[in-house]
């Protein structure tokens, strides 16, 4: 593990001998757990644009607040475990993330990904086919975010933050061929409580699923299913 941290509530700051030194802080390559805390350069290093830390399996970034874009995350093959915390100025999760331009698959070996406290981040786009191994997602405090991505097959849990009003601002949830879902728990119904924005919930594809959240009565939402019987189930609740 090597641990990064700059002292916070700095006056002055020179992003460009930040990313200077950061640039010559390159980790050794058998890198296993990588953290960034508090650092305020602009310009990622090189080492982490590329490909020189293949063994990395867990990277969290903490208060990077001159950090606009983030770097190519999905190009780190062996990285289980994405954390971003209090990333201030990203507004986007956008393709530069997934490796822009690369024919690599990104995120191949993604399992977990934390969103904690990203108090601009409003958007997140998705490509299609990365992060087929992502089986958690956590999401706390990103009360900008007003749309998630079509969740993976592979995804067994999605947790919010507990006080779930934090992501009030949800319109579109898309959750498909979740064969691992097979009805919701009460925390689950919490959640759906607490999205009072959402306007279209989308579940397609999740063949064991026998019951829908029964909190959904109190919203106005639209279910899609892939299966009749699912269906059926659905519009007699």
């Known amino acids: 593990m090597l641990q990064l941290m700059w002292a916070p509530a700095r006056d002055l700051v020179n992003s460009n001998k930040e990313a200077e030194v950061l640039e010559y802080l390159q980790p050794h390559q058998n890198l296993k757990r990588l953290d960034i805390i508090g650092w305020m350069g602009v310009k990622v290093p090189s080492w982490l644009e590329s490909k020189w830390l293949i ?14 874009q ?7 093959p062996s990285v289980r475990t994405i954390w971003l915390q209090r990333l201030k100025t990203v507004r986007q ?14 995120f191949q070996s993604l399992e977990e990904l934390v969103l904690d406290d990203m108090q601009e981040l409003n958007e997140w786009l998705w490509t299609g086919q990365e992060m087929m191994n992502l089986r958690n997602i956590v999401i706390k405090d990103c009360q900008k975010l ?3 991505p079509p969740l993976p097959p592979s995804l067994t849990e ?18 498909q061929d979740c064969s691992e879902i097979t009805s919701f728990t009460a925390d689950n119904e919490d959640v759906f409580l607490h999205l009072r924005s959402l306007q279209s919930l989308c579940i397609s594809g ?4 026998q019951s829908r959240p029964s909190s959904l009565s109190s919203l106005n939402v639209g279910i899609c299913v892939g ?7 659905f519009s007699t609740a």
Do not use: M
């Open 55 to 68: 063994n990395l399996e867990l990277i969290f970034l903490s208060g990077c607040n001159a950090w606009e």
């Open 146 to 148: 007003k749309e998630l």
């Open 206 to 209: 999740c063949h064991t699923l």
């Open 93 to 106: 999760i956008g393709l530069e993330v997934y490796g822009n331009g690369s024919s690599d698959v990104a």
């Open 70 to 76: 983030l770097p190519p995350l999905g190009q780190l």
């Open 158 to 175: 999605l947790t919010v933050a507990k006080n779930g009003e934090r992501l009030e601002h949800i319109e579109n949830l898309d959750i």
């Open 227 to 233: 299966y009749d019987s699912i269906k059926q189930n």
